[in-house]
């Protein structure tokens, strides 16, 4: 009986997943009306026009102009930062590559330092540690009873016995 609701839930499973991945044909014509411009806008609605049947009469050229869009100020202001025009001091000679004795040294000064940084973490936390320990070698126990008994007592709380 568990195999079978297994299975089950398997199929269902797999079938929800797969109809999720699977876009909808309706979101596609709203996809078209994102787009940036006219031409756009009409190429993607013409993609997904119902299909015409060859009984129907040709669509008749339309007797408006062209659109041509002009050329704005502002297009062009970001026309020229998208494609900036070479200059003199654009086109500079590249820096030469430093020498490998330069590298080395960078290198080294690098590791040096990384190494420092490490000791001292490694310093620090053998520090705590060390105080951790410290501190705990100051609490005591009671031999008859074993409760922790802070350093100064000289009796113990629980079974009221000198320490």
Do not use: H
């Amino acid at each position: 009986m568990s195999t079978m609701r297994f299975r089950r839930s398997v199929r269902w499973l797999l079938a929800c997943s797969v109809a999720a991945s699977v876009p909808t044909a309706s979101a596609a014509p709203e996809e078209c009306l994102t787009l940036r411009d006219n031409y756009a806008v009409a190429g993607c609605a013409n993609k997904y026009a119902p299909a015409t049947s060859g009984t129907a009469q040709p669509m008749r050229p339309s007797t408006r102009p062209a659109y041509q869009p002009s050329r704005q100020p502002i297009q062009a202001a970001e026309q020229a930062l998208l494609f900036p025009i070479p200059t003199a001091a654009s086109r500079a000679p590249a820096p030469k590559p430093e020498s490998a004795a330069i590298v080395a040294e960078r290198d080294r000064s690098e590791l040096i330092r990384r190494s420092e940084m490490g000791a001292a973490g490694l310093a620090g936390v053998g520090l705590l540690f060390g105080v951790w320990r410290w501190r705990a070698s100051k609490v005591k126990t009671c031999a008859s009873c074993g409760t922790r008994i802070t350093a100064g007592a000289a009796v113990c709380k629980r079974c009221f016995r000198s320490v």
